[in-house]
């Protein structure tokens, strides 16, 4: 049999395939690479659980923001809404000394706060972006004048009880971990397994080809909102439980800002209508490796946020000269 040949189209044809589908895949490789270089002992199993503690949080909230962004719009109240639901979740856990009903609270906080956003959106027919600028505002003014300039502090008889559903493990793995990934496969099997998913894609791809199809847009656009104010409220809970003492004027604060870096460096399209769940997972945890780095060379922490503004536009940037070949 004679060896198979192929042109040097077909070769940069497969290499724009391989690195347009798996270029969060490749990105993750390469940046773990450098991490490696950095340190030696970067890949010890202690290491690699706390990149996971130390991003879980926010991991939370991109599987949200990814479903947005997915659908062609933005939130940018995400740090607001982690930082009023927390700030009340502290507030429900000391008057009711219970953690269930804590967690409710907060995950039906995450739903009201999604809902008035959403239904801002669809009903209301503002921009998402406009909404979102005002809700951020708003959520954190709320919280500042709850708080008076102080923090919300988790009650001594209910500190270890509470601290342990973040701080602690099951089987040597870290809560947060385990947290992270399991809403990183209920948000997979969402958005690649049901009719709400392809629903999703097709209203970033095109609302008007969606409505013309059957689909309900207003609909779709109020639950996605409403899915990830859920996760916002899990979020919530979660920082308390890790903090143990909630912040009003910096909790949660950034959290907009790397959830949407995630996102972006993951590979879903900044414009809608393209995304996969798993890539927004890896771009978590480069969000977290490129800070890790960044600390081991000895650069300056007030520059991260500088270094998360750069990735987003790299990653805009990127994705606009694929969608130009």
């Known amino acids: 049999?004679?060896?198979?040949?192929?042109?040097?189209?077909?070769v940069r044809e497969t290499w724009r395939n391989i690195t347009g589908n798996y270029s969060h895949w490749l990105s993750f490789v390469l940046l773990l690479l450098v991490a490696i270089m950095v340190s030696p002992s970067f890949l010890t199993w202690n290491n690699i659980t706390n990149q996971f503690i130390?991003?879980?949080?926010?991991?939370?909230?991109?599987?949200?923001?990814s479903?947005?962004?997915?659908?062609?719009?933005?939130?940018?109240s995400v740090g607001s809404s982690v930082a009023l639901i927390s700030g009340f979740g502290v507030l429900v856990l000391n008057s009711t000394k219970s953690i269930t009903l804590t967690l409710l609270f907060c995950l039906g906080a995450g739903v009201i706060v999604g809902l008035i956003n959403g239904l801002l959106v669809t009903k209301g027919k503002i921009a998402p972006f406009i909404v979102t600028l005002a809700t951020m505002s708003a959520w954190r003014s709320v919280i500042n004048q709850m708080g008076q300039g102080g923090p919300f502090t988790?009650?001594?008889s209910m500190y270890a009880s509470f601290r342990n559903i973040a701080a602690g493990r099951f089987l040597g793995i870290p809560h947060l971990m385990?947290?992270?990934?399991?809403?990183?496969?209920?948000?997979?099997?969402?958005?690649?397994?049901?009719?709400?998913?392809?629903?999703?894609?097709?209203?970033?791809?095109?609302q008007q080809a969606a409505r013309l199809s059957g689909i309900n847009v207003n609909r779709v656009k109020t639950l996605i909102f409403t899915y990830a104010g859920t996760l916002y409220g899990l979020a919530a809970f979660l920082l308390a439980s890790r903090l143990t003492s909630i912040q009003a004027a910096s909790a949660g604060m950034g959290y907009e800002m790397d959830a949407i870096a995630a996102v972006a460096i993951g590979g879903t399209s900044m414009d809608?209508?393209?995304?996969?769940?798993?890539?927004?997972?890896?771009?978590?945890?480069?969000?977290?490796?490129?800070?890790?780095?960044?600390?081991?060379?000895n650069v300056p922490p007030f520059l991260n946020g500088l270094v998360t503004g750069v990735i987003i536009i790299v990653a805009v940037l990127a994705q606009s000269n694929k969608k130009g070949k």
């Open 1 to 10: 049999m004679k060896g198979v040949t192929l042109s040097r189209e077909q």
């Open 54 to 65: 130390q991003g879980s949080i926010v991991g939370i909230c991109a599987m949200g923001m």
């Open 67 to 76: 479903l947005i962004i997915s659908a062609g719009m933005i939130d940018l």
């Open 154 to 156: 988790v009650d001594n």
């Open 178 to 206: 385990l947290f992270l990934i399991g809403i990183t496969l209920l948000t997979g099997f969402i958005m690649s397994k049901t009719k709400f998913g392809t629903y999703i894609y097709a209203v970033g791809s095109n």
């Open 272 to 297: 809608g209508g393209k995304g996969k769940i798993i890539g927004t997972f890896l771009g978590v945890l480069m969000l977290r490796i490129i800070n890790t780095v960044l600390i081991m060379a």
